[in-house]
């Protein structure tokens, strides 16, 4: 699924940002939209969101500013920031180090999958944690249905929809998202539940 770099310049510097988070040693995982674009699905979003330890968060700074990158860290307190100026514009990585309050760990790193992205091998997310991820982020003040559904639709049989029950059952709009799928044909609700509460 190979993009012309000149179309998507955010997928130059993904693979500029990965290559020195590999060559320094960080562990990280592709998350987000482009996550979704590498397992072959199909996202709403453009923006290019790395997971990374917190205790990780100054050496990734670190090393990004010595080739170039600008660091920032703002004051929401569960993530930091990278500009790479690219001609006229600056692109913009967030590595995420607390992502729907859920602290990364080395469990989260490990649940990854070893994938191209435009020729550049990294870890990138599986597929339950990303609907996980995704479900999570709505609520009273945001809860938009239409970011989800590509995502659901498009890697639905890589989701282990079990866990993704189990993990989102204390949010009601993950159980009205997965209603809402099930009378979609997406995946089988009373199948995914009855499959959560054996396990």
């Not at 080739?67 to 990278?82: D, M, S, T």
């Not at 607390?98 to 999958?113: E, I, N, S, Y």
Request: hydrophobic letters at 45%; a negative charge; aromatic letters at 10%.
């Amino acid at each position: 699924m190979a993009v012309p770099e000149d179309r998507q310049p955010l997928i130059a510097t993904l693979k500029r940002a990965a290559f020195h988070l590999k060559d320094s040693g960080i562990p990280f995982c592709l998350a987000g939209s482009f996550a979704v674009y590498a397992r072959g699905g199909e996202s709403v979003d453009h923006d290019i969101d790395f997971l990374i330890k917190a205790e990780d968060a100054e050496r990734v700074l670190t090393a990004l500013a010595e080739v170039g990158f600008r660091g920032e860290v703002p004051p929401e307190g569960w993530l930091v920031k990278a500009f790479d100026s690219v001609g006229d514009q600056d692109n913009l990585i967030d590595f995420i180090f607390c992502p729907v309050q859920r602290p990364v760990t080395d469990a989260t790193l490990a649940d990854t999958d070893v994938i191209a992205v435009n020729a550049c091998h990294m870890p990138v997310l599986s597929a339950t944690e990303l609907m996980i991820h995704k479900v999570l982020t709505w609520s009273a003040h945001y809860c938009d249905y239409a970011r989800g559904l590509p995502v659901a639709r498009s890697l639905r049989e890589q989701i282990d929809w079990p866990r993704v029950y189990r993990e989102t059952a204390h949010s009601p709009y993950a159980h009205a998202f997965l209603f809402l799928i099930d009378r979609l044909g997406v995946m089988s609700l009373d199948e995914t539940s009855a499959l959560a509460a054996s396990l």
